[in-house]
């Protein structure tokens, strides 16, 4: 009778330790995976927004303007010489700025 009862309580301690795996890949998914993917959706929305006339700001610090665009590539424009026209990839672009944005926060300035 008391290897029954062990049995049944070396089961039952089983079936626990899988419920707890469950749980922490489910807290797992739900802490770590699932904001990553929304980052990258975001991400790759951001990107394919782009738009020539877009100004950028690059993931090393540099603001430049949109110049071409291409599957992967980007050709920008930095600074207010016209000859420093940058190819890059699409990966190195951390935010965008619309013009038509642009144009509405500097009325906004003007206004106060």
Same mark, same amino acid.
């Given at each position: 009778m008391n290897s029954l009862f062990l049995t049944g309580a070396q089961s039952g301690s089983g079936l626990i330790m899988i419920v707890w795996i469950v749980i922490l890949f489910v807290f797992m998914y739900f802490f770590m995976i699932r904001p990553q993917r929304k980052e990258q959706n975001a991400k790759n929305a951001l990107l394919n927004s782009?738009?020539?006339?877009?100004?950028?700001?690059? *993931?090393?610090?540099?603001?430049?303007?949109?110049?071409?665009?291409?599957?992967? *590539?980007?050709?920008?424009?930095?600074?207010?010489?016209?000859?420093?026209?940058?190819?890059?990839?699409?990966?190195?672009?951390?935010?965008?700025?619309?013009?038509?944005?642009?144009?509405?926060?500097?009325?906004?300035?003007?206004?106060?």
């Open positions: 782009l738009a020539v006339g877009d100004t950028i700001l690059t *993931t090393s610090g540099f603001y430049g303007v949109v110049i071409d665009i291409d599957d992967d *590539t980007l050709i920008v424009e930095f600074g207010s010489n016209k000859n420093c026209r940058i190819p890059m990839q699409k990966s190195a672009v951390a935010a965008v700025e619309k013009p038509e944005d642009a144009a509405s926060s500097e009325e906004s300035k003007d206004k106060k």
